[in-house]
C-alpha cells in the first residue's frame, strides 16, 4: 500500500541465538490504529523493539514515512517521528511530571504535503489525561502504575510523532485506567496520530483498533479488520485464548 505510514516485510529477530521472529510483515496507514495481538511470548514486544531499531540482530525490512529506517539507530527513528511506549513504562521516577514531559519535547512536524502533523503542549496533554494535570509537580517515582503509564505515553506525545508504538498499555492497570486509555487512543485517532498497539486484552483492542494482526510463535498467523476477528471464534482459539 503506498500510503502506509509504516511498512514491516520478512522481519526477523533474534536474542542472541534464539531467533524470535521469522519473516514478520505489517503496515500501518495515516490515522489508523492497528493490533498486534498474540497470547504472551508470541513476539510482540521484539515487534516493536525491531521496528525501532532497538536489537542488534535484526533482519528485514522497515520503511517509516516513505524512508527505509531497517538499520537506523533508535535515537534517529525516534528523531524522523515515530514514537515508542514500551511495556515497562521508563519514566523517570526522581522528575516531576513536567520535567519528564519536557524530556520528550521535540519539534513540531509536517506532512509531506506541508500540512501541520499534531502539536501536543504540556497543557494539551493535560486535558487528554487529567489526572496528569492535577499533578504536574509531582515525582513520577509518587504516581500510580496507571498513572506512570499516562505519564509514559503523554512523555512520548511530546516528541510530535506521527505514529506511536504502544506497548501493552492495558496490562496490569485498574480497569478506570483502561476505560482512559482506551478514550485517549480513540482522541488520538481522530486528531490524526496513527497507532501501532500490542495488546492482549480483546475487549480493549476491540474498543480502538480498526485492523487486526495476530501473532504466533513470531509469525504473522491472521490479518483482518478487528471486527472479523472479534467475530472469528476459531481464529481467537487458536491463538488468542489462554
Known amino acids: 500500500m503506498t ?25 500501518v496507514r495515516r490515522g489508523e490504529v ?3 495481538m498474540g497470547r504472551n511470548g ?10 525501532m531499531g532497538m536489537l542488534q540482530r535484526r533482519s528485514g525490512q522497515v520503511s517509516f514515512m516513505g524512508r527505509d529506517i531497517a538499520r537506523a539507530e533508535p535515537h534517529a527513528i525516534a528523531r524522523a517521528g515515530l514514537g515508542y511506549v514500551p511495556e515497562d513504562r521508563r519514566i523517570f521516577s526522581d522528575l516531576t511530571v513536567l520535567e519528564n514531559l519536557d524530556v520528550g519535547r521535540q519539534p513540531a512536524r ?5 500540512t501541520a502533523a499534531p502539536t501536543w503542549t504540556p497543557e494539551a496533554l493535560f486535558q487528554l489525561f487529567p489526572n496528569l494535570g492535577e499533578m504536574p509537580h509531582r515525582p513520577g517515582g509518587r504516581m500510580s502504575g496507571g498513572e506512570q503509564q499516562m505519564l509514559t505515553v503523554a512523555r512520548t506525545l511530546m516528541g510530535n510523532p506521527f505514529l506511536v508504538l504502544l506497548d501493552e ?5 485498574a480497569p478506570l485506567i483502561v476505560e482512559q486509555m482506551a478514550q485517549m487512543i480513540i482522541a488520538l485517532k481522530r486528531q490524526g496520530v496513527s497507532i501501532l498497539l500490542c ?5 480493549f483492542a476491540e474498543l480502538v483498533s480498526d485492523r487486526a494482526y495476530v501473532l504466533e510463535k513470531g509469525q504473522i498467523r491472521y490479518t483482518g479488520t478487528m471486527a472479523e476477528l472479534a467475530a472469528d471464534d476459531a481464529v481467537r482459539r487458536a491463538y488468542l485464548s489462554m
Not at 498499555?169 to 492497570?173: A, D, L, Q, R, Y
Open 199 to 203: 495488546e492482549q486484552n480483546m475487549h
Open 110 to 114: 509536517t506532512w509531506p504535503d506541508g
Open 42 to 51: 508470541a513476539g510482540k514486544s521484539t515487534t516493536l523493539k525491531a521496528t
Open 3 to 27: 500510503d502506509a505510514l509504516l511498512q514491516v516485510d520478512g522481519l526477523n529477530a533474534w536474542y542472541g541465538a534464539a531467533q524470535i521472529l521469522f519473516g514478520v510483515g505489517l503496515e
Open 34 to 36: 492497528v493490533a498486534l
Open 169 to 173: 498499555p492495558s496490562e496490569g492497570v
